[in-house]
């Protein structure tokens, strides 16, 4: 604070000291006489008494001679007070605001409200403060009392997570956590988890008190963001996401979420690596605008699990780089909405059993807009209560020629789908070199195919295993699993033991 000292005024700020105080006092005792002395309070630590003085037109203003480091201490102070001092500290004259902008501890405190101001003024905000603050780290204080703003808030700070030091939550969520000290600095930010839940859900959950962590340790230097929100952003409510793995899991027990708020998100996520989406088994709604194409470069790993929409999410990325792909539960029994009439939508003339045709078909017609528009070098197919129609299966075993390991789990698929892994001619006619669907296949796991027979899986398996043993080592299936397979019998065991010995795996 300023106070009088006989005729000179000392400036007191506690986090200076006394010996600045000194400084500051020499300073003051040159000036002219006061002619008014009215006390002007700033905050409960700073206070300061303004005068009117009349100064002999030689001598410069006294500000000017203030020490640099006094003034940028003064400014922190403010600052550690107000988080907005920094633009009015900057608004007063133009040297202030050189210094001001070229003070990187002035805007080391990032204060974000969702009740006063919108995503798009405190975005600018956040990028404004993380520039000015660099290289220094940073604390961050977000009042929020929309859950589903807490993602669009904080992604303009995301990038820069290896510099917070300290995060405080207030409003909605309750929270508090040191993410950064001296000699702990964060990798960047790799891994978000959504979890959807409706207004009720939450609220019983508030009543639970079930603990929730925003950003939870998963090594010495590593973390991952969790958030928990009614429905998923906008992509233009965000700052280009730079998370290489994310995981949606749709937890709410009335509307669920389509496919179009799935792939718009998606688009703010352009460095994308491996995608997990968790949904729940719904009669899914008729789509009434085409969907977005969302090109996904980096994707490596996706599991879709659980949803209606797989026809809709396969059929609307581009995933040229996509190497493993695992369907889970997508099998419904009752009948999907939508009239579809792409190439391929024809039914299906092998007229194979199925308890599930209506998923059979969507999950099927997805495989095929997948590949059709990004040709992905998919080395792993896993495919577990998730199901095909066999002129799918054809086309994906025509195509997948990477592929590596494939792996069905309850399938209704029937001989003619095992009987696609023989060899076969090249021409209609029997005549010209012989070839395999599927060249590169090492590991192929079947588990509970009851409509499999067990003489057409040893009539396959034996054809294709003598075929390639003779070609190359390279392309010899060296594991096979049949597992729960009610007609592969004792005996089929015994057939094939001869020819894989110990490459099978049975029951």
């Known amino acids: 604070m300023w106070y009088a000292t006989g005729c000179a005024y000392r400036l007191y700020i506690p986090t200076l000291g006394e010996a600045h105080s000194v400084v500051l006092t020499s300073w003051f005792s040159s000036l002219p006489k006061l002619v008014s002395m009215p006390v002007t309070t700033l905050s409960d630590d700073v206070t300061f008494t303004t005068t009117h003085v009349k100064f002999p037109s030689s001598l410069p203003p006294p500000i000017e001679t203030l020490p640099l ?39 080391q405190l990032i204060s974000l409200d969702d009740e006063f101001r919108s995503v798009a003024c405190s975005r600018a905000q956040a990028e404004l403060w993380v520039r000015r603050s660099t ?52 990798e960047p930010l790799c891994r978000l988890s959504i979890f959807i839940s409706d207004a009720e859900q939450e609220e019983a959950e508030d009543e639970a008190s079930i603990p929730k962590s925003t950003f939870t340790p998963q090594c010495t230097h590593s973390v991952t963001m969790s958030v928990w929100m009614s429905a998923l952003p906008q992509p233009n409510v965000l700052t280009p996401l730079r998370f290489t793995m994310i995981t949606i899991s749709d937890c709410s027990q009335g509307m669920h979420t389509q496919p179009s708020p799935i792939l718009n998100f998606l688009k703010a996520c352009p460095e994308l690596e491996t995608f997990f989406y968790t949904g729940r088994a719904h009669d899914n709604e008729l789509l009434t605008k085409p969907l977005p194409i969302v090109s996904l470069p980096r994707l490596r790993r996706l599991t879709l699990r659980n949803t209606c929409s797989a026809r809709a999410i396969l059929s609307s990325i581009h995933t040229p780089q996509l190497t ?35 998923s059979d078909h969507a999950t099927g017609m997805g495989l ?71 060249p590169f296949l090492q590991r192929l796991e079947l588990y509970h195919c009851q409509r499999l027979s067990g003489d057409a899986i040893v009539g396959a398996i034996t054809a294709r295993v003598n075929f390639t043993d003779n070609t190359t080592d390279y392309f010899t299936l060296r594991d096979l699993a049949i597992i729960g397979c009610e007609e592969f019998t004792h005996r089929h065991v015994q057939v094939l033991s001869k020819e894989l010995g110990t490459r099978l795996r049975h029951d």
């Open 368 to 438: 095929r807009k997948l590949i059709a528009r990004s040709n992905p070098p998919i080395r792993v197919l896993e495919m577990d209560f998730s199901d095909m129609r066999t002129k799918d299966f054809r086309y994906l075993f025509d195509r997948l020629v990477t592929l590596q390991d494939f792996l069905i789990v309850a399938s209704d698929m029937s001989d003619n789908v095992i009987n696609f892994l023989r060899p076969f001619p090249l021409l209609s006619n029997g005549q010209g070199p012989w070839h395999i669907r599927l």
């Open 69 to 107: 480091e006094l003034l940028i201490e003064t400014f922190v102070h403010c600052a550690s007070n107000d988080a907005f001092a920094p633009l009015t500290l900057a608004s007063v004259s133009k040297f202030w605001r050189e210094v001001v902008d070229l003070s990187p501890r002035v805007w």
């Open 324 to 358: 493993e792909l695992y369907l889970a539960h997508l099998n419904v029994e009752f009948h999907l909405q939508g009239e579809h009439h792409e190439e391929g939508d024809s039914e299906d003339d092998a007229s194979d059993f199925s308890q599930s045709p209506s």
């Open 135 to 186: 290289p220094l780290p940073f604390d961050v204080e977000l009042h929020v009392e929309n859950q589903d703003l807490i993602l669009p808030l904080l992604s303009p700070l995301l990038p820069s997570i290896d510099r917070w030091r300290d995060l405080t939550m207030t409003g909605k969520r309750e929270e508090s956590v040191r993410l950064c000290t001296p000699s702990v600095t964060l």
